[in-house]
C-alpha cells in the first residue's frame, strides 16, 4: 500500500517542517529588512569624461594611443594630490582615503570614455563631488600642458630675442663697413646676415607651430555628462537583502532538518517500523487533546476519529485472534512516557462496548495508573493478593463507571515486582481472572527498564507493543521485539500513539481521515471562530422533495434544494 | 403530532456518503412518493461545520442531478437526532458511536445497508478519484432503491408504535386516575 520513494519521504518530511522553514524564512526576511531599513541610504551621482586628443589624423593608432590615455586618466583621478584639490575646493572635511573609497572609476572599454560614480549620503554632495572631479582633472592636465609649452616657447622666444639683437649687430656693423668700403669685411657680414636671418625664419617657423599644438591640445579633457543629483538611493537594497537573507534562512533551515531527522532514531513512519520488526500495526491513535480531556476518550467523544481509530485497532485484534483467541492480551511499551496505560483503558472500554465482559489489570506494580484513569482508590490490588489466598480475588475486583470493564488495580506498590510478577500465583490470579471475563487485559511496566512485562509475556496469549510516534526509538523497539520474542511471546502487533496531527495529515493518512477532512479540502479555508461563523453559515440542507410532476417540469438541480 | 416522515442520513464529515444518500433518496421519493412531502436532511458525526462538498463528489452527483454546492456540512447534535423517525448511517462504526452518545435514540439508529437486507458498511470514498465517488454513489443508489419500501415500512411502524404507546399511556394515566378517584 505504501511503497514511497526516498525523494518522496524527503518532501514528506520537509512538508512536515513547512512551519519551520517558513518561520526561519520570515525572521531572517524580517531582520535583513530592518537592519538595511536602519543602513544609511546611499546616492550615487555618476559622470562621463572624454580623453579627446584633438589631432587632424585621427587614424585608429592614435585612437588606441587615446584610450590608454584614458587608462592613465581614470588612474590620475584618484590620486592623493587630486582629490586633496577637490576636499579644499568644496570645503569638505574629510580624508583623502574617504573620498578615494567613496569614488569609483571605470574605462568604458573600447572607448575614450571615462565612467566616474561617487556614491554619498547626500545625493547633491556626491553630483558636486563628481562635477569637481572631473574639472579638476580637466584644469589640471591643462595646467600641465600649459606650463610644458611654456617652456618651449620661453626658450624659442630668448633664441629669437638673442638672435634679434645680433641680426641688428651685424646690420650695425655691416653699415660701417660700407662707410668704410670694407669690402671683403662688408662680403662676409652679409653672409652672416643671411644666415641669421634664416634661422630666425625658422624660430619663427616653431613658434607659430608651437602656438598651433597649443591651440589643439586644449581640449584633451572635457566633461560628456555631468552628474545630476539623483535622490534615489542605490543603497541598501532592502527588498534584495531581505529576500537573499530569507532564501538564506530555508536554505540553513532545511538542511538543518534534514541532518535532524537522519540523526533522529525515533519512530517516524509505522509502515518502515513494521517491515523493520515484521510486527503488523493494529491501530494508528492520534494525539489525544490532553486539555479538553476528562474520563477516556472512546466513551467521552465516541464519534471523535480517536475513538473510531480505536475501534479500528478493536476489529483488528479481533482479526489476529482467529485461529486461537485471545483471552488474556498484555499491553506494554519499549520505554517509558508512551502513552501505554491510557491506551490500555481506551482499548478496554472499546473491547466492552462491543459487548465484551472486560476485565482490566493493571499489572504495572511500579508505577500503577489504571485507578486514577478510572478515578477509583488504589487501597487493595493485585499485591495484596500474593499475600491472600485466591479467594480473596472477588474482594479486589472493582467494578468501574464503563459498563462491561471490571478492574484490578495494582494495590500497594512491592518491594520486588519482577518476582511476584513472575510467581506461580500469578498464574494462578491470570487463571482465576480469566472464568470472569471474556478477556483480561493486562497493563505492565515498559519492556526494557524491567523485566516484568517480558516474564508476563510468557503467560498470555498476546502482547501488543504500543509505540510512541516521534519519541519511542527504533532501537528500543527492536530490544523489546527481540527480548518479549526470545522468551516465546506472542507479539500480535503494534500501536503507534500519540501521532501529531501534522504527521497525521501528511504521513499516516491510514484511514484517509485526517488527510480528507482536516487536509486536502479545507487546509484553505479559513475557519471562522464558532460564534462569529455561525451567522453566518448554513449549515445542513434540507431537502423538500417535490411531487413527480413539480420534478419533471424543473429538475432537482438547484431548484428544491433549500437552505435552513 | 407533524405527519411529515423524516430521514436522517450521516456519515462521517457530512460531505459525501451522506449528502449523496440525501439527494438520491429525495429523487427516489419523488418518484414512488408522489404527493407526500418528506423531510430529507443530512449530517457527519465529526465534521468541520459549514466545509462544502469536495469538487469531486460535486461532479459525480451533478451526473445524477443533484446539486449540493450550497450543501454545508454540520454535526449531529440530540436534538436533530430527536426529531427524525430514522436515522441512517453509513458503518456499523457510527452506528456504535451514535447508540453510545445518544442511546436514548439507539432505536431509530440504523445501517442504510440494512434497509436493503444487508449488513456491511458504505465504504468513504472522500480521498478518491471521481470514479470511486461514482461507484459509491452507485451502490447508495441501488441499496436505497431496494431500500425504499422498507424505510418507508419503518417509518410507519414507528409512528404507529408512538401512537400505540401514546394511547396505551393515556389509557394507563386514566385507569390510575379513575381508581383513585
Redesign the interface.
Known amino acids: 500500500m505504501l511503497s514511497r520513494s526516498i525523494l518522496g519521504d524527503y518532501f514528506a518530511m520537509l512538508r512536515h517542517w513547512a512551519w519551520l522553514l517558513v518561520t526561519i524564512a520570515v525572521i531572517f526576511g524580517t531582520t535583513a529588512y530592518v537592519v538595511s531599513d536602519h543602513q544609511p541610504r546611499v546616492y550615487q551621482a555618476s559622470t562621463t569624461i572624454l580623453v579627446d586628443e584633438a589631432k587632424a589624423n585621427a587614424d585608429y593608432q592614435s585612437t588606441l594611443l587615446d584610450e590608454r590615455r584614458a587608462q592613465t586618466y581614470a588612474q590620475l583621478l584618484t590620486t592623493e594630490q587630486l582629490l586633496t584639490t577637490v576636499i579644499q575646493k568644496l570645503g569638505l572635511h574629510m580624508t583623502t582615503r574617504q573620498l578615494g573609497s567613496m569614488v569609483a572609476v571605470k574605462v568604458v572599454r573600447d572607448t575614450q570614455l571615462i565612467m566616474l560614480q561617487v556614491r554619498d549620503t547626500d545625493p547633491q554632495r556626491a553630483a558636486r563631488l563628481a562635477n569637481t572631479l572631473a574639472t579638476t582633472l580637466a584644469d589640471q592636465t591643462q595646467n600641465t600642458r600649459a606650463s610644458r609649452f611654456g617652456i618651449s616657447k620661453d626658450s624659442l622666444q630668448q633664441q629669437m630675442s638673442g638672435l634679434d639683437k645680433q641680426i641688428h649687430q651685424t646690420e650695425a656693423s655691416l653699415a660701417q663697413a660700407q662707410t668704410n668700403n670694407d669690402k671683403a669685411k662688408q662680403d662676409q657680414l652679409q653672409a652672416s646676415l643671411t644666415q641669421y636671418r634664416s634661422i630666425y625664419a625658422n624660430l619663427l617657423q616653431n613658434d607659430v607651430q608651437l602656438q598651433l599644438a597649443e591651440a589643439q591640445s586644449s581640449s584633451s579633457i572635457s566633461q560628456a555628462d555631468p552628474a545630476i543629483a539623483d535622490t534615489r538611493p542605490v543603497a541598501p537594497r532592502i527588498a534584495y537583502n531581505a529576500l537573499i537573507a530569507a532564501i538564506l534562512g530555508v536554505v540553513l533551515a532545511a538542511g538543518s532538518v534534514l541532518l535532524k531527522e537522519s540523526l533522529d532514531d525515533s519512530v517516524k513512519n509505522p509502515e518502515a517500523l513494521s517491515v523493520a520488526l515484521g510486527l503488523p500495526i493494529l491501530g494508528l491513535i492520534a494525539r489525544i487533546d490532553r486539555t479538553k480531556r476528562s474520563g477516556l476518550i472512546v466513551v467521552e467523544q465516541p464519534r471523535s476519529p480517536v475513538s473510531e481509530a480505536f475501534r479500528v485497532l478493536r476489529t483488528n485484534f479481533q482479526f489476529t485472534g482467529v485461529d486461537r483467541p485471545i483471552r488474556t492480551l498484555l499491553v506494554t511499551s519499549p520505554s517509558q512516557d508512551e502513552g501505554k496505560s491510557t491506551l490500555c483503558a481506551n482499548i478496554a472500554a472499546v473491547l466492552a462496548q462491543s459487548g465484551q465482559q472486560v476485565m482490566l489489570v493493571d499489572g504495572d506494580l511500579r508505577r500503577p495508573t489504571q485507578h486514577k484513569l478510572f478515578e477509583l482508590t488504589n487501597r487493595s490490588g493485585l499485591s495484596e493478593l500474593f499475600k491472600q489466598p485466591l479467594s480473596e480475588l472477588e474482594n479486589v475486583i472493582r467494578r468501574t463507571s464503563i459498563k462491561g470493564v471490571s478492574l484490578v488495580t495494582a494495590g500497594a506498590i512491592p518491594p520486588n515486582p519482577a518476582e511476584l510478577i513472575g510467581s506461580e500465583k500469578m498464574r494462578g490470579i491470570l487463571q482465576q481472572l480469566q472464568t470472569q471475563a471474556d478477556i483480561v487485559l493486562i497493563d505492565t511496566p515498559p519492556v526494557t527498564p524491567v523485566t516484568d512485562a517480558v516474564v508476563l509475556a510468557q503467560r498470555v496469549d498476546g502482547v501488543v507493543l504500543v509505540v510512541r510516534s516521534d519519541v519511542t526509538k527504533m532501537s528500543a523497539c527492536q530490544q523489546a521485539v527481540a527480548q518479549l520474542q526470545h522468551v516465546g511471546a506472542n507479539v500480535i502487533g503494534l500501536v503507534i500513539n500519540d501521532i501529531s496531527p501534522r504527521r497525521a495529515r501528511y504521513e499516516y493518512a491510514y484511514r484517509g481521515y485526517y488527510n480528507a477532512y482536516y487536509g486536502s479540502h479545507n487546509k484553505r479555508r479559513l475557519q471562522l471562530p464558532s460564534w462569529l461563523s455561525r451567522k453566518h453559515q448554513q449549515t445542513g440542507t434540507q431537502v423538500q422533495v417535490q411531487p413527480i410532476s413539480a420534478l419533471r417540469d424543473s429538475p432537482l438541480k438547484g431548484k428544491s434544494s433549500q437552505h435552513q | 403530532m407533524n405527519t411529515t416522515p423524516a430521514v436522517l442520513f450521516v456519515c462521517?464529515?457530512?460531505?459525501c456518503r451522506s449528502?449523496i444518500a440525501?439527494?438520491l433518496f429525495?429523487?427516489q421519493?419523488?418518484?414512488r412518493?408522489?404527493?407526500?412531502?418528506?423531510?430529507?436532511?443530512?449530517?457527519g458525526?465529526?465534521?468541520?461545520?459549514?466545509?462544502s462538498v469536495?469538487?469531486n463528489v460535486q461532479l459525480a452527483v451533478?451526473e445524477r442531478?443533484?446539486?449540493?454546492?450550497?450543501?454545508?456540512?454540520?454535526t449531529?447534535s440530540r436534538a436533530l437526532l430527536q426529531s427524525f423517525d430514522l436515522v441512517l448511517v453509513m458503518t456499523a462504526?457510527?452506528r456504535?458511536?451514535?447508540e453510545?452518545?445518544f442511546p436514548e435514540v439507539a432505536s431509530n439508529v440504523h445501517l442504510l445497508s440494512e434497509m436493503a437486507g444487508y449488513k456491511y458498511d458504505v465504504p468513504?470514498p472522500?480521498?478518491g478519484s471521481i470514479k470511486d465517488v461514482r461507484m459509491v454513489a452507485h451502490e447508495i443508489a441501488l441499496l436505497l432503491n431496494s431500500g425504499f419500501e422498507w424505510i418507508a415500512q419503518q417509518i410507519v411502524n414507528r409512528r404507529e408504535q408512538t401512537t400505540h404507546l401514546v394511547a396505551k399511556t393515556e389509557q394507563v394515566l386514566k385507569v390510575n386516575t379513575s381508581q383513585e378517584w
Open positions: 462521517t464529515a457530512n460531505l449528502p440525501m439527494g429525495a429523487q421519493a419523488g418518484k412518493d408522489q404527493g407526500r412531502v418528506w423531510r430529507i436532511e443530512s449530517a458525526t465529526w465534521t468541520v461545520e459549514g466545509s469536495p469538487r451533478e442531478s443533484i446539486d449540493l454546492r450550497h450543501h454545508r456540512a454540520r449531529v462504526d457510527q456504535e458511536a451514535l453510545l452518545e468513504d472522500i480521498n
